[in-house]
């Protein structure tokens, strides 16, 4: 669960932030001058939003975790908007994310909780945006990541150290989630329940209006819907890329260089042995004892995992150093004394106790020079490569740092710029039929979405290979365009909703003749509707999620919570008309003891059920601790993020 934490900051383009499904974690960003504080409109950053226990929560931290929530949400919808992002609750739901952050922190340490500065430490040294490009942490790449962010080193120390105790927190009520096969069964049987019906569409284009409609009514229909017709934000992107081809410096190495590197390195050849083992962590030893003792006896260590409610997770090849840094030495030293196939004694980390079984062992003889000569020599032209990019790469940095121009530098350097006019946010081409960037424009368009006009960048699109800088121009702000640049769009529109108003009365009269005793069939045929747009159903809902892969029509998922006998009226999501569904029956399916299907639902159950727990701990530890609100402050954030005064 630690290593959520490590995948945090992937790229120096940006720092996306990861929320774990089940530990309330998040890091809050300063949305000023690391030193300084901001003003939102009548805001001012250092007003406190909140108090949680003996701490408080600025505007400035609120503020720079919504900016990176809505980062978030457009890695899902890239076109979403600040004021979007709140409309669908996004604005109260990290604030709460953010509370219960601090309230969880502010308990931990209330009772001798503690994340010591060494394991923050470790989590930091494996943040990949903060390694050069050798892979090795780099102090100065750490500074440039935060201040790219406006985060200060204090305040991700406190957030990796927050979730960290969060994690110590919450594991024990994790530990607990174990669903009783009775509960699993009832629910597993709702997989296989059957429904058979029939879906009807009334559509709005069989009764949309011939005729043109006046000015006045054209402009009072765009007038009232005006947010449909919003065109997205769209902006030109320039760039240059630069990488291996651009470097004319010897690489290769001399022997005398490959000798020192192997008196260097000597200890990696020597002979070495890595492991590697699946386990799952308990909250007791004594849990972690029974646990080990059943598995001994012939149940799998998955099989006793699930059977408990725990995941089972597997690890990679490693040394015994690298184990217990993973874990802790006392693990790695039972993992490394114990044979393979068989089950460690347990033996305790920072996050609980270990089940574990080793899976495999790679032991590995002594190698001399002349057998490692290439592997050397590949090595050492690798990191002169990397040196070499580095240096120019920071040659280029410094002249955009002073304010020279993208197409300076490219000249100076010989690069070529490319242009991509008309992106938007999504990363395709406003105005075209699904053309999209190049993979090679794809990276930057998040961070170019974030730019001011005219201000170039230097990315590394490919870590320690390639890099590009780039900038934006000719920003195009999101807005709904003149009527008269779109009235025909506008005018097709008018009819369709003309038409769907026609189609609801339809739909109503089709479904009180069903409730009359009339089959749909009947009841469309007599009001005139098109008999051949009525679909029949008859599926179970195992059979439905397959057929439609997690996209089910939002008729068919009314029709699968109706009650039987029962008949609805719907509105298509795009517009296009009404449905009429139709529920005759409903089977309920058997589960036997002995179908996988029961296993599955007690695991998926399961993980429901350790959320609510660790819903449930976390409102509990927020009224132990204490929180107040200051809603005037909230509100003018709020206000301010909606661009208003």
Avoid: C
Wanted: proline share 3%.
């Amino acid at each position: 669960m630690i290593s959520l934490f490590r995948n945090f900051f992937q790229s120096k383009i940006g720092l996306p932030i990861f929320i774990g499904f089940l530990i309330i974690v998040a890091l809050a960003f300063a949305a000023s001058d690391i030193s300084g504080s901001a003003t939102f409109g009548g805001l001012s950053g250092d007003d406190k939003i909140a108090a949680v226990g003996g701490e408080t929560i600025s505007a400035n931290e609120a503020n720079g975790t919504m900016t990176n929530a809505l980062s978030r949400a457009r890695q899902q919808n890239p076109t979403i908007t600040m004021p979007q992002f709140i409309e669908q609750g996004g604005f109260e739901s990290e604030l709460e994310v953010l509370i219960d952050r601090y309230a969880l922190g502010y308990f931990a340490r209330k009772h001798g909780l503690r994340a010591g500065e060494n394991l923050v430490n470790s989590e930091i040294l494996q943040i990949p945006a903060f390694r050069d490009a050798t892979g090795e942490f780099d102090p100065e790449t750490y500074q440039a990541a935060l201040r790219r962010q406006g985060i200060t080193d204090a305040i991700l120390r406190k957030d990796i150290a927050d979730g960290l105790l969060a994690q110590q927190i919450l594991r024990p009520a994790l530990g607990a989630s174990i669903l009783p096969k009775a509960v699993a069964k009832h629910y597993a049987s709702l997989v296989l329940e059957r429904r058979q019906g029939q879906i009807g569409l009334i559509s709005a284009l069989a009764y949309a209006p011939d005729e043109e409609p006046s000015d006045e009514v054209l402009s009072a229909f765009y007038a009232e819907e005006r947010e449909e017709f919003v065109r997205p934000e769209r902006r030109t992107l320039r760039f240059a890329a630069f990488g291996a081809d651009n470097v004319t410096a010897n690489l290769d190495p001399t022997d005398a260089e490959i000798a020192a590197r192997f008196e260097k390195d000597a200890d990696q050849y020597d002979a070495q042995e890595r492991r590697a083992f699946s386990s799952f962590v308990v909250p007791t030893e004594e849990a972690a004892k029974a646990l080990t003792q059943r598995i001994r006896g012939g149940v799998s260590l998955e099989a006793a995992a699930a059977e408990a409610g725990f995941n089972v997770s597997t690890s990679e090849l490693r040394d015994q150093e690298q184990t217990g840094t993973a874990t802790s030495f006392a693990i790695a030293e039972n993992i490394f004394s114990t044979a393979r196939g068989e089950v460690i004694d347990p033996a305790r980390s920072a996050l609980g106790w270990y089940v574990a079984r080793v899976d495999q062992i790679e032991r590995t003889p002594a190698r001399t020079l002349n057998e490692v000569r290439s592997q050397i020599a590949q090595q050492i032209r690798g990191e002169k490569l990397a040196a070499a990019l580095i240096d120019l790469s920071s040659r280029i940095e410094e002249k955009v740092d002073t304010g020279t121009s993208l197409t300076d530098v490219a000249e100076e350097f010989g690069l070529e710029v490319v242009t991509a006019q008309n992106i938007i946010a999504n990363g395709t081409v406003f105005g075209t039929q699904g053309q999209s960037v190049s993979q090679a424009v794809r990276p930057l368009v998040d961070t170019a979405f974030q730019m001011e006009e005219g201000n170039p960048q230097l990315a590394e699109v490919v870590p320690g290979a390639q890099f590009v800088i780039f900038d934006v121009s000719d920003i195009t702000e999101s807005a709904a365009p003149p009527l008269n640049e779109i009235k025909e769009q506008v005018a097709v529109a008018w009819r369709l909703a003309e038409g769907g108003k026609e189609a609801r009365k339809v739909a109503d009269k089709v479904q009180k003749a069903i409730e009359g005793g009339a089959s749909i069939q009947e009841a469309m045929r007599d009001a005139g509707v098109d008999t051949r747009q009525i679909q029949n159903i008859n599926l179970t809902r195992e059979q439905l999620l397959e057929q439609s892969q997690g996209r089910v029509p939002s008729s068919v998922v009314l029709l699968f919570s109706m009650a039987q006998g029962s008949t609805k009226v719907l509105e298509d999501q795009n517009g296009l008309g009404w449905f009429v569904i139709n529920l005759d029956e409903i089977s309920v399916g058997e589960v036997e003891d002995d179908n996988p299907l029961l296993e599955q639902t007690r695991q998926q159950i399961g993980n429901a059920v350790a959320n609510e727990y660790a819903s449930q701990l976390s409102r509990s530890v927020r009224q132990e601790v204490g929180v107040e609100r200051n809603e005037d402050a909230i509100e003018a954030l709020r206000r301010n993020l909606l661009g208003e005064s």
